[in-house]
């Protein structure tokens, strides 16, 4: 059987004593996920399936998942900063309702009617996920949150931002 990948967080930590995980989910859309009945774990490379055994929202962007092969601490620690995917099948049909992050890079950046740059990288290593942008030559760090993204034009590689003010001019 094919898989198709799509990267859909990053495993932040180990949540309980049990093995349950927090993952930090690099979409809009959290909903899909307690739809999903596997992930794949890049571990060295490889893709690994995991079936799911329960999954809960623990804030915005952080899901506390339990997976059916990972039963302690232990086990759960060795998956600590590895890359989460899914089959891009299982969510082929609810991608229309949301819209992952990564699928954003290359995207210009308009603040009001001005481009101001281009997203470069999704950096989701940090508490708050960000776009990273190029701007005047340098590299700005702005946060990926519903508040501040105003449209997504997905046909022209759009996003249009409502960017504090100060916030490009932070070295």
Do not use: W
């Not at 495993?11 to 093995?19: E, I, L, N």
């Not at 809009?28 to 999954?55: S, V």
């Amino acid at each position: 059987m094919r898989v198709n990948h799509v990267k859909v967080g990053t495993v932040v930590s180990k949540h309980g004593y049990k093995g349950e995980i927090k993952i930090n989910i690099s979409s809009f859309n959290l909903h899909t996920f307690p739809d999903l009945k596997h992930l794949f774990i890049d571990i060295d490379g490889c893709f690994i399936p995991f079936m799911i055994d329960k999954i809960r929202s623990f804030s915005k962007n952080i899901l506390i998942v339990k997976l059916n092969e990972i039963s302690s601490e232990q086990k759960a620690d060795e998956i600590i900063h590895k890359n989460v995917f899914a089959d891009s099948s299982e969510i082929k049909s609810k991608k229309s309702s949301g819209f992952f992050y990564d699928n954003l890079i290359n995207f210009d950046v308009f603040r009001d009617s001005k481009k101001i740059g281009k997203i470069e990288n999704i950096n989701s290593n940090l508490p708050q996920p960000v776009f990273e942008v190029i701007y005047n030559t340098r590299k700005v760090l702005i946060p990926i949150h519903v508040d501040l993204i105003k449209e997504i034009d997905k046909k022209n590689n759009i996003i249009y931002l409502d960017i504090p003010d100060g916030l490009l001019e932070i070295i």
